[in-house]
């Protein structure tokens, strides 16, 4: 635990330190008075870091949430709370805290970094995919960060071609899966299965969606058809253990002339 906590300090006090150099570039932009008013922010800011990384996160917390509620058009404060909830492993309000920060200041170098990997903690290729093409965009080859987005650019471009796709076509892609995934979810199995096809109309060895089709047919009771799926699943990538399992639970509708409504399952397949 003293390890976890230790890191955890490490990393805010690594990202209040990157943030302080941009904040120089960007004060060269602003009045005087503009400068002071800024300054003012951000020692607070950095005052609130500091009291998290000393161990008492809640107070550090409620001076940030006062912070913001002055100066709800301020990215640096919005890039602490992201940095505070990032740090207690809650993914998705640190998501929204860096998406608030970028929207205020698109060139936000570490923001757009940090939300491309808290995407990517989430399996949400198309939202990481955005995030790094913005440090791209905003910084240079000789930026520590630009070097990391980069490289896993570079490597989700090798994915890609691997199924015959370029990065662009490879996001529409992901884009379309993650629709399905949203409608499977929302219980629109129909619109699902659209969606899904889609997916396989450009890519045939698209496993995932192969599997999440055997569980929308499953949920519409079409228990062969799903079978089928599953199995169009294994033959590709014979070590899906989710695909596996799904199959298996299929297998006492063979053994029975009737069964009392859908069978239920639970689990659902994403791209990694």
């Not at 020692?43 to 002055?70: T, V």
């Not at 509708?253 to 859908?262: L, S, T, V």
Request: charged fraction near 30%; aromatic fraction near 8%.
């Amino acid at each position: 635990m003293a390890t976890k906590n230790k890191n955890q300090q490490n990393k805010i006090a690594d990202k209040a330190k990157k943030q302080k150099n941009r904040q120089l570039k960007n004060k060269k932009q602003l009045t005087l008075s503009q400068r002071r008013t800024q300054a003012d922010i951000e020692r607070k800011a950095d005052d609130a870091m500091q009291i998290i990384e000393s161990g008492q996160p809640q107070q550090g917390l409620k001076l940030l949430n006062q912070l913001q509620s002055e100066h709800a058009d301020n990215a640096t404060i919005y890039y602490g709370l992201a940095t505070y909830y990032d740090c207690q492993d809650a993914t998705k309000e640190a998501i929204d805290y860096y998406k608030k920060s970028v929207e205020i200041q698109p060139d936000f170098i570490e923001a757009h970094f940090n939300l491309g990997v808290a995407y990517k903690s989430q399996l949400d290729i198309s939202g990481m995919i955005v995030a790094f093409r913005q440090v791209l965009k905003y910084s240079t080859s000789k930026d520590k960060m630009w070097r990391a987005a980069k490289d896993i650019l570079k490597n989700m471009e090798r994915n890609a071609q691997e199924d015959g796709l370029n990065l662009d076509q490879y996001l529409q892609q992901q884009r379309v899966f993650d629709k399905a995934v949203q409608c499977m979810e929302a219980k629109n199995l129909n619109e699902a299965i659209v969606h899904f096809k889609a997916v396989i109309e450009k890519n045939n060895r698209h496993t995932p969606s192969y599997a999440n089709l055997g569980i929308c047919n499953v949920g519409l009771d079409n228990i062969e058809q799903a079978r089928q799926y599953f199995e169009k699943s294994l033959q590709i990538d014979p070590g899906n253990e989710v695909a596996s399992a799904n199959l298996a639970m299929l297998k006492p509708h063979k053994e029975r002339k009737a069964f009392a409504g859908p069978l239920k399952i639970l689990k659902k397949i994403f791209p990694l």
